[in-house]
């Protein structure tokens, strides 16, 4: 049986006593509305990582990064290693973000080295996919998609892929209030589920977590998560608001 996760990306918003209180907030609201086999997940700057990571005690809730070093450790000025994540207490990276890909140019390979360096390091891997506008309307959304899937995650053993999560995040929906149709989101999360299937078989396929993200709020959470390839998202803008985030949860 896949999980079903709602993963919270609070980018680069927050000071260290915000993030703080929105992981206290968040943290009392599952320990009286228990989750019951979901998770949560918060994927917070590097810098409140492990003061978060001590205040998250619920279980089914846990922390992560929104990205991590394709190195091991060294003269890296600025960077972060998944091992110093790891000694933080977070469980979580997220890799390939668009953000990432885009303004800091993390080509497929280097999301490679990024993934496998965050599995030698025991952290669960949530990798984005996801096409920009122009690619979905010249009808080349899929083999975007496929491509990222192949050349960052599929090079991946069985037993280590089976450490990952998936996120689609169609570019043209990230932050711009625009969401993908459920119909949509349904179309490439089962297309993703097929791809996984081709490469790894059915039961692994079965049980492979499919996030849906880009400009996923309470409002509209449920119809995305009622299709039966879609096992949660990866919320950014809703994520700094506790009642609307945890709606999100609530819907899943
Ligand atoms: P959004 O961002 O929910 O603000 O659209 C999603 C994401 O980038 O993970």
Redesign the pocket.
Known sequence: MRKKIVAG?WKMNLDISEGIELATTINSHFLTSPLEGKEVILCTPFIHLNAVSAIVKTAGVSVGAQNCSNHKSGAYTGEISASMIHSTGAKNVIIG?SERRIYYAENDSMLAEKTAEALRNNLRVIFCCGEVLPERESNAHFDVVKRQLENGLFMLPEDDFRKCVIAY?PVW???TGKTASPAQAQEMHHFIRGLVEKHYGTKVAADTTILY????KASNAAELFANPDVDGG?????SLLKDEFCNIVKAL
């Not at 990866?234 to 809703?238: N, Q, R, V, Y």
């Open positions: 990306n973000h995040e929906a990230i932050g993200g880009g400009s996923c990866l919320i950014g803008g809703a």
